[in-house]
């Protein structure tokens, strides 16, 4: 995953701390997190200098995730191509 500075692009990678290279969706939610769905790892989640992981340990239905929305409400969900459930991910306050 590459972002752009203004001036160069700066990489990340698993050596950084993101789950794995392979990126499927990206979210910025409301309170400026960067969210990445993975093909296989589940969701890295950026804070602008370190990242966090969920997966299925942490109860995600699946660590494929293809999509993800943050709601009205602020909550945040996250889906696959190949499953008909979804997982919701609800902030503490």
């Not at 997966?55 to 109860?59: L, R």
């Given at each position: 995953m590459s972002r752009y500075d203004g001036q160069e692009?700066?990489?990340f990678t698993?050596?950084?701390?993101?789950a794995e290279n392979n990126i499927r969706s990206i979210l910025q939610d409301r309170a400026g997190?960067?969210?990445f769905g993975?093909?296989?790892?589940?969701?890295s989640r950026f804070d602008g200098t370190h990242f966090s992981t969920l997966?299925?340990?942490?109860?995600l239905v699946h660590n494929r995730i293809a999509h993800i929305l943050e709601d009205r409400a602020?909550?945040?969900?996250?889906?696959?191509?190949t499953h008909a459930k979804q997982s919701q991910f609800t902030r503490a306050k």
């Open positions: 692009f700066i990489t698993t050596q950084d701390g993101l997190y960067l969210w993975t093909k296989d790892s589940g969701v997966s299925v340990t942490d109860g602020g909550h945040l969900w996250f889906a696959g191509n």
